[in-house]
């Protein structure tokens, strides 16, 4: 996926690029530190997705949107939550507030794969991301979907339980679980999340799977019981 990033200040453009570095499925076309440069780019190259500031000199983010005849996804940045609303009415894909975190930035990045996705599925058959990439200490670890077997919840950290090792992440449970595909991943107990695929039974107040079994919490019996239909 091609992506531009459009932004006066030249640390909010070296953090973004630092961040996309380490995920290949995305390739920098130019960075950008006005509208007019990202006007160029976009009539030179093929973009996907342009990530986009907004309070920016000559033009605005949002008076270069408005510009646009037939945009690509944009995700804005900016320091300024006034203007999210804004944002939103142009359709844009994601709002992001800086300075910005990395599980943040992935989320919004999930955002703008599945929808380049369901734009292709007219005439490609949809694509199933097979991984992601989870900031582990100081780099960002691939972690196929096909190798996890349990999320465990320690407050603001998670354990990723996989075929041949323990991952341990700076991750709250709920932004783990925004960034795993729902068809696939179900969370059974605010401490735990479990792939679809290994579940063999529900006993009672129990998720069996052959890698272990686990509590269903209160709050989480009507997804198991939508799923199970009962």
Known sequence: MNFLIVDDEPQARKLLQIYMQSLPTFHLVKLCENALEAYEALHLHHVDLIFLDIKMPLV???????????????????????????GFELDVLDYLLKPIALPRLLQALEK???????????????????????????????????????IEGMQNYVKVHLADKIVIAAYTMKALEELLPA???????????????????????VIETAYKNV??????????????GS
């Open 60 to 86: 605005s983010g949002i008076d270069f949107l408005r510009s646009l005849k037939e945009p690509p996804m944009v995700i804005l940045t900016t320091a300024y939550p006034k203007y999210a609303l804004e």
């Open 112 to 150: 703008a794969l599945r929808r380049k996705q369901q734009g292709e599925s007219a005439n490609y058959p949809i694509k199933t991301l097979l991984h992601l990439f989870i900031k582990v200490d100081h780099k960002l670890v691939k972690v196929n979907f096909a190798d996890i077997k349990l």
């Open 215 to 228: 509590p269903i919490g209160m709050s989480y019996r009507k997804a198991i019981n939508k799923l199970t």
């Open 183 to 205: 068809s696939e991943f179900l969370r059974v107990h605010r401490s735990f999340i479990v792939p679809m695929a290994a579940i063999t039974a529900v006993n009672g107040n």
